[in-house]
Every structure is written in C-alpha cells, then in structure tokens.
C-alpha cells in the first residue's frame, strides 16, 4: 500500500496471500490502532510552476517553547512549504519549500523568513534532484528484504533459486 494506496484490497490479498475480507480487517486494525495515518496524492511540484525545490535550515533566537507552535504553524501555511522538520544541533528548523525560480526563492527567504525577528539565521541549499526510497518496514523486517534485494541486484538470480 505504500508503494500505491490505489491497490484494490482483492490486490493487495492476492499479493500476501490471505482472503479479501481478511485483507480489509487488517487493513482496519492498522488504521484505528494508527500505523496507517492517511491517504496522500503526489503531485510534481515543477508541473504546478513550482521547479526550484530548497532545503532552509533554520535557527530561531530565542529558542523558547512559546515560539515553536507560532513558528511552525506560520511556516506551514506559507504555500512554498513541503515539510518542516524541528531539529536538535545547531539548526533549529529545516524546511523543504518548492518556489517558481530564484526570484521567487529569494522573495521567500528575505519576506517570509529573515524578515521575522525571531529568525537569527537562514542557510539554503538547492536540491538538485530527489529519490524515495523503498517502503517504511518495522525493525527488523527490513533486514530480510534489503538482503534478498540486494542477492538479486548483486547476481542478477533470484535467492530461491541458488
């Protein structure tokens, strides 16, 4: 489901191996006990106009509770904003943001950040290009799959055949 939440729950059983109805109650549990947190559609941000994607790291003077709420519920209704992660060393935000171009990347910065007076400074860094990885597994999990894709990668043959 994390590769394509448009997998039919008749897909999705087939490919684990259980019924339906089975499928559709596990699918459920996940969801009321939150492991499955939503639905979301992708959307390629250069398509809308917006080609130039940045990483804003951000240090806020003071950094005190009280500002954090107002900070980031600010940053997050900036309509450049993707995501804003708080973080422990010498940054306090960083804040992935899609903008039109340069212009508009610089407008950003000087309008919407460093113009607040509990911003103390701004870093920018452009992204070149991005890559997802695969899906979130739990601990453990991963490890099975990561060694079976890399004994395919690494010989080209599958590993139940050897």
Known sequence: MQNDARTTYR??????GVAPSTCLDRV?????????????????PA???????????????PHR???VGPFVERIRALPESRTVFHLTGPDDYLVHVAVADMADLQR???DEFTSRREVAR???RLIFQQWDCGPLLPPGAEQDTLSAK???ISDGTPPAVR
């Open 28 to 44: 459920n549990r996940l969801r009321r006990s939150g492991v499955i947190l939503g639905h979301q559609l992708r959307l390629d």
């Open 11 to 16: 897909d999705l059983a087939a490919l684990v």
């Open 65 to 67: 509770r009280e500002l």
């Open 108 to 110: 950003l910065v000087l």
């Open 47 to 61: 398509r809308l106009g917006r080609g130039l994607e940045a990483l804003l790291s951000v240090q806020v003077r």
């Open 122 to 124: 701004v870093e920018t």
């Open 150 to 152: 890399w004994d395919r």
